[in-house]
């Protein structure tokens, strides 16, 4: 009882906080618990006409097709090798540049800072439309100098070896002046008088970056890489499905897009919401994994 009316005094002391608080509170009921309820349809053969109540349970019926269907080794593939790829290539390069960034001084900091985080603010359509324009196989600049040093233009959109490269490294060039906003945030914590000491001993750049700079962010690095874990079964699908093609499909085709096909296009509601729920749930299970290993080798983790 002690423990309750302490808490309700607290509450009331607070309570303009907690006001400004509540709609952030009701916003994320509604539109991140309220769908929850929906997810039982992945477990019964849902019919709008039936309603969800009224739609008869098949239990695992979907989850079993989807395992045993013909595309499910291409999209766990497809889905890994594009996850992977960004979290191998993509992961370090906001690191990097924020330490580049950091050791530049002055107006030009500024200016490079402003360069590298423009490319965010575009629109992915437009990112899209301008990489089909570039690599265009008539009017693209890409083969026009193909074409020039003697060589036949090349359908870079059609090929499905060149897809990966072309999703992986877009979102590169687009994000990671943004995603080293956080490093840099976390670099200007450290104590000047550190590096000051350090330039005394006889320290060189790198290895003040080293012994200082990397240390400094070490925990931020490990909680962004095992949410980036938690997240290797999401590949982005717009992009996805913005670069796809007829012709790319084998290599294109991800669990996003697939759970938007059998669930917008073909109204397999049911099938479409087990495939997401299978998703999630690799997702989390991931993300568990990364975070229990972080805790027992850097004694750095989420929860």
């Known amino acids: 009882m002690a423990t309750s009316n ?8 607070y309570r303009h906080y907690y006001v400004f608080l509540l709609p952030a509170v009701v916003f994320v009921l509604i539109f991140n618990y309220g769908p929850l309820y929906g997810l039982q349809i992945a477990f019964k053969n849902y ?3 039936w309603g969800i109540f009224d739609s008869p349970w098949v239990g695992l019926a979907h989850f079993i097709d989807f395992v045993e269907s013909f595309f499910f080794t291409r999209l766990i593939i497809n889905t890994f090798a594009i996850s992977i790829y960004v979290l191998v290539v993509g992961f370090p390069i906001p690191i990097i540049l924020a330490i580049m960034l950091n050791e530049v001084k002055g107006k030009l900091k500024n200016v490079m800072q402003t360069i590298f985080y423009a490319p965010h603010f575009i ?6 439309g301008i990489i089909h324009t570039m690599f265009s196989p008539s009017i693209g600049i890409v083969n026009t100098l193909i074409e020039s040093l003697g060589f036949e233009r090349i359908y870079f ?26 490093y840099i945030a976390a670099l200007s914590g450290v104590d000047p008088e550190l590096h000051e000491a350090a330039r005394i001993d006889g320290a060189s750049l790198f290895q003040r970056i080293r012994y200082i700079n990397i240390p400094t ?11 980036a874990v938690g997240n290797l ?19 294109s085709e991800i669990i996003a897009t697939y759970v938007y096909k059998m669930g917008l296009l073909h109204m397999n509601y049911s ?8 998703n999630s749930v690799i997702n989390t299970l991931l993300l568990l994994t990364a975070n229990w ?6 004694e750095t983790s989420l929860f």
């Open 271 to 278: 099938f479409s919401a087990a495939v997401g729920m299978f």
């Open 293 to 298: 290993i972080s805790r027992r080798v850097n």
């Open 47 to 49: 019919r709008a006409a």
């Open 123 to 128: 629109s992915l359509v437009v990112l899209v």
């Open 157 to 182: 959109m059609g090929r499905a070896e060149y897809f990966r490269h072309f999703f992986v490294w877009s979102i590169i060039w687009q994000s990671m002046g943004w995603n080293a906003v956080i």
């Open 6 to 13: 302490s808490l309700g005094r607290r509450i009331w002391r």
């Open 217 to 227: 962010i070490k925990p931020t690095i490990v909680i962004l890489f095992i949410l």
């Open 233 to 251: 079964a999401s590949v982005g699908f717009e992009r996805a499905y913005l670069f796809q093609n007829s012709l790319n499909i084998a290599t």
